[in-house]
């Protein structure tokens, strides 16, 4: 996104109809500006993340799905419904007990969309971008998320060519929970690598 | 709410939203907000994307990228062409449309 190159500039005139179309459509009782809002905010920040969280949480409750996304995760993202991948490489990286995982891309901003949704601000930030590779401990920590010292770290740089899901650790004391409430503990950050269901 | 990739089905390849790298274009907000209207007035007004597609197109057509314009802003123009001439095919815009 490049939101912030035009600042100075008046407005275009396709952005003119943009506004008098939705005063219209308001008055019309066609849309509201807060049901817009609504769903910009939703296709900026939380489309994708649920998908991400679906194939976490089966992972966890099917060995067999868990090694085939390990193994093939484009094949066993799209048996779950989810393409979109345009020919992107997705690889899954797997916490355990003694490897967490972060992902970043120190070049731009390549994420796993079709999963995860659209990249929160601070993912295409210089400060994280770098500052992840040097000292992701430190990162982590200001995400609140202190590891122990004899857990190792990795960082995966997404690229175009291939795009990392981090597959968090199922949290204990979760036996008792199905799929669906188990998803609902997968958040965009536990897949990112910035946080733990 | 819509998914993004029910949309993304809806639309087809001749009508894609723009993306950057699979990203959302968004350049300016009223690229946001323009494809925010229209999924809202596609709910209002029953429509379906497949309907909205059929007048993409033909928005596209009628309006290609003009000089010093970015593909985006050209798309979200013809975006909002569309979006007027399904509400007013449906009877829900008066034919003055919002010039």
Known sequence: MSAGHHHERAASAAELRAHALEAVLAERGLVSTDAIDAVVAYYEQDVGP???????????????????????????????????????????????????????????????????????????????????????????????????????????????????????????????????????????????????? | MTALAAVDAGLGPAAALPRDNGELVFEEPWQGRALGMGVVALQRSDSTWEDFRVHLVRAIAARPQRPGETAATAYYAAWLDALEALLRERGLLSSSGAR
């Not at chain 1, 090694?67 to 899954?92: I, Q, S, T, Y």
């Not at chain 1, 390549?110 to 401990?137: I, N, T």
């Not at chain 1, 650790?169 to 690598?193: F, H, K, Y």
Request: some cysteine; hydrophobic content about 45%.
């Open chain 1, 50 to 197: 649920q998908n991400g969280a679906r194939a976490v949480a089966r992972a966890w409750v099917d060995d067999g799905y868990r090694e085939r996304l390990l193994a093939h995760p484009n094949e066993a993202l799209d048996e779950l419904g989810f393409g979109g991948m345009e020919g992107h490489n997705m690889a899954v990286v797997a916490n355990s007990e003694t490897v967490h995982n972060v992902i970043v891309c120190t070049l731009c901003s390549c994420y796993p969309w079709p999963v995860l949704g659209l990249p929160p601000s601070w993912y295409k930030s210089e400060a994280y971008r770098a500052r992840v590779v040097a000292e992701p401990r430190a990162v982590l920590r200001e995400f609140g998320l202190a590891l122990a010292d004899d857990v190792e770290v990795r960082v995966w740089d997404s690229s175009a060519e291939m795009r990392y899901l981090v597959l968090p650790l199922r949290p204990a004391g979760s036996e008792g929970l199905g799929e669906e409430e188990l998803a609902a503990r997968v958040t965009r950050d536990c897949m990112i690598g910035t946080a733990l269901p």
